[in-house]
């Protein structure tokens, strides 16, 4: 009886580690894939954008940002109450009929392979389609493990308590989609970072080479270094040479590619990133669909530009159509530039985006919305704080997301039973209270009735 007991205490703790390490998988998994895509939407944006287009479902792309934020949410939040265990049944079947969706998506995906990358987790981390396919399908058989077993370790946070997690988590993700949508992403996972210089990420690292001298003594050939080649009055006779890559190095891909502007058919992009002043771009993939509500401001900084000497340009992939449309509209008088539009969108998010370069390095990507006023450009560039760089730490940024989302969960966590009492009696106050309205009512209807 006691072997017994032991045996199924065993048992049950290890399918309780194995619970735990299941949540923390797929938890882990699903808060990541959310997080991302709220710091990013116009990313994940995009990425339906590519996703209609390739299924002939155009006319769902207005709808794109709608879909981006959903499901950044429902990703992040599903991933949250798994990890803290709450709502222990309905959460895993939740997951496991998301990834019943997508898991065949995926599969599609991988088969016909319309797009190269899925973008399941952004710019932060790039998955073929098969990769992403069997990442689905290792969290869906975790998944029904968690279907089945998940009430078997109890949840971090008290019933009572569990809808706040959500609540918060919600509140928390929304704080990032909004930034992402109407400033930058807080986080940059592209290439094209505050404080990059252009030049340089596009300069291509060559390995170094060395030359190797071949000798001959007595029929036999040898290979020599040039630090230490052998004595001819050993013997030792000189027959070739040949030049090699140095070993373990290799030619290092640039770090960003593709960056070409051109003015018509000519292209300028090294006059524009050798450029040792300030440069201002007004960056915008489709002028015809771009946000003009600011255009002012935008105007207000070419007058200021032209006044102070300063370049100031448009870099669109628009039409000429578009751009003829944009001048109308706004009263543009700035040169246009034109780029490939999938490089547009990389270097900045939003419809348009103003980039400030100088020597070819990026100092800030600004809305337009946070351009400053015209009030406060009356001084150089250098003089004034929008002339200087941006200071862009990821690291410092990724302590602030940790600590805004840990402070407030682990002060819940200690203060749960003393929340749950307040819930509590708010509830009882609030039933009380309807019951008494209630009687009140009744109370009418009788005298009434008399």
């Known amino acids: 009886m006691a072997n017994k007991t032991i045996k199924d205490n065993r048992k049950s703790s290890l399918i309780q580690w194995l619970v735990f390490l299941s949540r923390l998988i797929v938890g882990g998994t699903f808060v990541f894939s959310g997080f991302v895509k709220a ?16 299924f002939h479902l155009d006319f769902l792309s207005s709808f794109a940002m709608l879909f981006s934020v959903a499901l950044s949410v429902i990703e992040f939040v599903l991933g949250v109450h798994l990890l803290f265990g709450s709502y222990r049944k309905s959460t895993p079947r939740l997951i496991f009929i998301f990834l019943c969706v997508m898991t065949p998506v995926t599969l599609y995906l991988a088969i016909a392979n319309p ?22 399908v290792l969290l869906l058989i975790i998944v029904l493990f968690l279907v089945y077993r998940n009430t078997s370790l109890r949840a971090l946070y008290n019933q009572q308590v569990q809808w706040l997690t959500g609540l918060y988590s919600l509140l928390f993700v929304f704080f990032f989609v909004y930034i ?3 400033y930058q992403p807080y986080l940059d ?30 029929g036999e050939r040898k290979e020599f270094l040039l630090d230490n080649l052998p004595s001819e009055e050993e013997g030792w006779v000189f027959v070739d040479r040949y030049e090699k890559t140095v070993s373990g190095q290799e030619s290092v891909t640039p770090i960003i590619e593709d960056f070409t502007i051109y003015r018509g058919a000519t292209d300028i992009t090294e006059d524009i990133i050798y450029d040792e002043n300030y ?31 300063y370049e100031f340009a448009c870099v669109t992939a628009s039409t000429p159509q578009g751009v003829e449309a944009w001048q109308e509209n706004t009263g543009a008088e700035y040169p246009f530039y034109f780029m490939d539009k999938t490089v547009i969108r990389t270097i900045a998010r939003g419809n348009p985006c103003v980039l400030l370069l100088k020597g070819g390095t990026i100092l800030r990507k600004t809305s337009p919305s946070q351009l400053p006023d015209e009030t406060l450009l009356v001084q150089p560039l250098d003089k004034l704080t929008y002339g200087q760089p941006e200071i862009y730490r990821p690291e410092r940024r990724i302590w602030f ?43 009418m209807i009788e005298k009434n009735n008399v």
Not at 39 to 54: E, L
Not at 279 to 305: F, G, H, K
Not at 420 to 442: F, L, P, S, T, Y
Request: negative net charge; hydrophobic residues 40%.
């Open 39 to 54: 710091i990013d939407p116009y990313g994940t944006v995009y990425k339906f954008q590519d996703y209609f287009s390739a």
């Open 115 to 136: 797009i190269s990358d899925c973008g399941c987790f952004g710019d932060a981390v790039h998955l073929s389609n098969w990769a992403t396919f069997f990442k689905n």
């Open 180 to 182: 992402g949508t109407y």
């Open 189 to 218: 996972f592209r290439p094209y970072k505050i404080g990059v210089n252009i030049p340089e990420a596009l300069a291509v690292e060559e390995p170094e080479r060395e030359f190797v001298f071949i000798y001959e003594k007595n």
């Open 279 to 309: 440069r201002v771009l007004l960056l915008s993939p489709d002028l015809e669909t771009a946000d003009d509500s600011e255009v002012d401001r935008i105007n207000e900084l070419y007058d200021y530009c032209v006044e102070r000497g």
């Open 401 to 443: 997301i940790v600590l805004l989302y840990a402070v407030p969960m682990l002060f819940l966590l200690l203060t749960e039973k003393t929340v749950a009492m307040i819930i509590g009696r708010v509830r009882q106050w609030r039933d009380a209270h309807r019951r008494k309205k209630k009687e009140n009512e009744n109370d």
